[in-house]
Nanobody
Framework: QVQLVESGGGLVQAGGSLRLSCAAS????????MGWFRQAPGKEREFVAA????????YYADSVTGRFTISRDNAKNTAYLQMNSLKPEDTAVYYC???????????????WGQGTQVTVSS
């Protein structure tokens, strides 16, 4: 089991950037694939991006491809989500999660952080 804590959320204008961080503890971070998900009010939690344990493979939702970049630093036990060209529709609570496999399926992730709010104003 791994404990996850997100940070870096906030209020930004459309077109701006934010970098989210996900700090892990309690288990071997480098053995887990990591994912970022988001949930807007009244909507289901949706996949944003995922990265393999090595960092060599990354996957993105179509809605964020070309704007968001997922990365990780196994030496620092931290995963990141760089978000550029933000749009009002990116407004949501963003969660990081850990899984034994790299996937976009919510149910495949066992450990979750508490989430960080991202609000993009128009």
């Amino acid at each position: 089991q791994v404990q996850l804590v997100e940070s870096g959320g906030g209020l930004v204008q459309a077109g701006g950037s934010l970098r989210l961080s996900c700090a892990a503890s309690g288990s071997t971070f480098s053995s887990y694939a990591m994912g970022w998900f988001r949930q807007a009010p009244g909507k289901e939690r949706e996949f944003v991006a995922a990265i393999s344990w090595s960092g060599y493979s990354t996957y993105y939702a179509d809605s964020v491809t070309g704007r968001f970049t997922i990365s990780r630093d196994n030496a620092k036990n931290t995963a990141y989500l760089q978000m550029n060209s933000l749009k009002p529709e990116d407004t949501a609570v963003y969660y990081c999660a850990a899984s034994e496999v790299v996937t976009g399926k919510v149910d495949e992730y066992d450990d979750w952080g508490q989430g960080t709010q991202v609000t993009v104003s128009s």
